[in-house]
């Protein structure tokens, strides 16, 4: 096959087609310096994306340690958050963050909310953490805002968890409602009592604005 030549081949043009079927260099490469060779390079590859490489049996033994690699990092993380919840066997669980107010920077830290039979935790993947633990023998009641932390985001809710010694923990979970159903469904097994509460822990207007109403 006589080779052509397309002059309005782009860099998009080049890397789209190298990623789609690949390109194989080879070439001999001196380098010379005042006409002494000095380096001497015998160079072949193939230049192609890793979906490529594998679809024609190439890298596939690295492609199955990649594989078996990320799936036991996995099985470590999730051993360790398994250990964190001490026995207790979870319930529900959403993505949630939660309201840091102590230090000098106070702002929201994402994890994941876990109902269990015996609390409410919260806890960070990386690095692994538990955030906060409220135990339901502890909880005196919730307060809940319905708002936005910007102008321009949808209004969402925000969950305050008022405890039987004074202390408020705030949330804010991905499903407010549902985990206050769920956690409504231990406190009654419980025969404790679950009900909005008058809270004054409310964010500051810089992280909450624009708040709807109350539930």
């Known amino acids: 096959m006589e080779a052509t030549r397309e002059r309005r081949t782009t860099l998009v043009d080049l890397l789209d087609r190298i ?54 990092e996995e099985r470590k993380k999730l051993a360790q958050e398994i250990a964190l919840l001490q026995g207790e ?54 307060s809940f805002e319905y708002g936005t932390v910007s102008s321009v985001a949808e209004p969402t809710g925000y969950l305050h968890l008022v405890q039987t010694n004074g202390s408020v923990s705030s949330l804010h979970p991905n499903a407010t409602e549902q985990v206050i159903l769920r956690i409504g469904e231990e406190m009654n097994r419980r025969k404790l009592r679950w009900a909005p509460v008058e809270c004054h822990a409310r964010m500051p207007e810089n992280f909450r604005r624009c708040v709807a109403k109350e539930m």
């Open 19 to 72: 990623l789609d079927k690949g390109a194989v260099i080879d070439a001999d490469v001196i380098i010379t310096v005042s006409g002494v060779p000095l380096i001497g390079l015998k160079l072949r590859a193939m230049l192609a994306s890793i979906e490529t490489m594998i679809q024609y049996g190439m890298w596939a033994d690295w492609d199955k340690a990649i594989r078996a690699a990320a799936s036991e």
């Open 89 to 142: 066997t979870p319930s529900f669980q959403c993505a949630a963050s939660y309201w840091q107010s102590a230090g000098a920077c106070p702002a929201w830290t994402y994890g994941t909310l876990t109902i269990t039979d015996s609390a409410i935790r919260i806890h960070r993947r990386a690095p692994l953490a538990c955030l906060v633990t409220v135990r339901f023998e502890d909880l005196a009641g919730y």
